[in-house]
């Protein structure tokens, strides 16, 4: 076979790109929840056969987190037996079911527009199968970038695909507000303890329709991405381990030359002959890294401001709740640049402790702004803050650290183990946000929920820089193959 004597960046950046519209999607399934969740609200208020509360509408909103969660799990599970390429077409296919379902749950079962029980735990079961093909792109699409690209551009490259996270965010919050046009978000008002109901001024088309056509909205992303994920070669490490190795030197050589391809599939085929090797032939510690990393990217609160941002700057009365959401999208994707082009410079340890602290002032800013009067810009610019800095930090970082810091032999179940928990805490950040953002204490009233959850948000990044600090390596520069001494020189 005539392999190719130089390599490609063009054939890379087309695999990357490819791979990292999973990352859109995963920005925008989860993102879409934004704009959506009041008329969603309002809808199911309706319902003439069960009280629509406010936990309940709390785990509808969160619902597709616990599809994240059994899709991360699996993902390990896919991998190896699927593949990297076929796991992404199928999370494709899951993606684009999950958004037709959202938009017309009655589908075949239930008269169109009538909200009842039974209808709510079919869209909740939609929602659950797109969060499966999200836990399975989350997990494996940086897993597929980390494997096929150079040591000295791999975090670069995965950052991308945080990128497309935040971009698939962003173009999810501009088309709900384009879908909104010059119609309004209903008005809920508080009926009792925990019930609401929605105010006859509300425009009835938000309640009707809004909501279906921005979560149909999706289908277009997920169709295309299904189709071009048939079109890229699989990873050359999984194509190793299951024992096709001229396939793998074939793709190497067209990313690297074959020369340096040679010396790439030496490095893997050496670590990667063991394939029985358990989770933690290498120790405990390399994955309890993996798993705190993930359960800090989702425990320092911001998917909890990410999903509910139309909700929380209409409580600060400064305009157009919507309008502000695009912009903070905008501030983030910008934020997210900082760390695609700065973190093979500086490295994976400095991002993550300056984005902890810059989160912690963030959140701490909100906390003060509920406890002394201030102007609302307060509030505003220290969310803004919040976001910004971990979408520099944790938001890419821990992604790149997940995809390269387990050795190669236990990539695929470790990889599943540490998502799956950052989708845990995802859901449970998610679901208790907003009954803690409205928890009431005397003369305080809501502003003691709203200065709690922020106070605990900035308690716990304060905590992450340490626990960065203290225990996660620096891999900037090393291989995939250089994590196997990492990890067993640090076992000894």
Request: hydrophobic share 50%; proline share 3%; aromatic share 14%.
């Amino acid at each position: 076979m005539n392999y190719p004597q130089q390599g490609s960046k063009l054939y890379l950046f087309s695999i990357v790109l490819v791979a990292v519209l999973g990352g859109l999607l995963f920005g925008y399934d989860t993102a879409v929840i934004s704009g959506a969740e009041k008329g969603l609200q309002a809808f199911f208020l309706g319902a003439k056969d069960f009280v629509y509360t406010d936990t309940i509408h709390g785990i509808t909103s969160s619902s597709a987190l616990l599809g994240c969660i059994i899709g991360s799990a699996l993902s390990g599970f896919f991998a190896s037996y699927f593949g990297r390429k076929k796991s992404l077409a199928i999370a494709g296919i899951f993606f684009f079911l999950s958004a037709l379902g959202s938009y017309y749950p009655e589908f075949m079962f239930f008269d169109h527009g009538i909200p009842t029980a039974s209808l709510l735990v079919t869209f909740n079961i939609y929602r659950i199968l797109g969060g499966i093909g999200v836990g399975l792109a989350s997990a494996i699409c940086p897993m597929y970038i980390a494997e096929v690209a150079p040591s000295n551009m791999r975090g670069t490259l995965v950052s991308w695909n945080q990128f497309a996270i935040i971009f698939g965010q962003l173009v999810v919050y501009f088309v709900n507000f384009l879908i909104l046009g010059e119609h309004t978000q209903p008005v809920i008002e508080k009926i009792g303890e925990t019930v609401y109901a929605v105010s006859s001024s509300s425009d009835q088309w938000t309640i009707t329709t809004g909501w279906r056509y921005m979560f149909g909205s999706e289908a277009f992303v997920a169709g295309l991405f299904t189709i071009l994920v048939c079109l890229v070669p699989e990873s050359p490490r999984y194509l190793v381990l299951i024992g096709k190795d001229e396939k793998a030197l074939g793709i190497l050589s067209h990313i690297n030359g074959y020369e340096k391809a040679k010396e790439i599939l030496a490095q893997i085929k050496n670590t990667a002959e063991v394939k029985s090797e358990k989770l933690f032939s290498f120790g405990i510690m390399v994955i309890f890294v993996g798993v705190m990393l993930s359960v800090f990217q989702q425990a320092v609160g911001i998917n909890a401001v990410l999903y509910y941002a139309p909700r929380i700057f209409e409580s600060m009365n400064m305009g157009n709740p919507m309008v502000q959401t695009v912009i903070m999208g905008v501030v983030n994707i910008s934020f997210t640049l900082v760390a695609v082009f700065s973190v093979e410079k500086l490295g994976r340890k400095p991002l993550l402790i300056w984005g902890s602290i810059g989160m912690a002032i963030g959140a701490f800013g909100v906390c003060v702004s509920n406890l002394v009067e201030v102007a609302p810009i307060v509030p505003v610019i220290s969310i803004m803050v919040y976001s910004a800095s971990f979408m520099f930090s944790w938001g890419p970082i821990c992604w790149v650290l997940i995809a390269e810091i387990f050795p190669n032999t236990i990539r695929s179940a470790a990889v599943a183990i540490a998502v799956a928990f950052q989708w845990i805490f995802n859901f449970i950040v998610s679901s208790t946000f907003v009954p803690m953002y409205n928890m009431s204490l005397g003369d305080m009233g809501d502003r003691f929920g709203h200065m709690f959850v922020y106070a605990l948000y900035g308690v716990i990044c304060i905590v992450a820089a340490w626990f960065v600090a203290a225990l996660v390596p620096e891999t900037k520069g090393k291989t995939l193959e250089d994590m196997t001494n990492l990890w067993r020189n640090r076992n000894k």
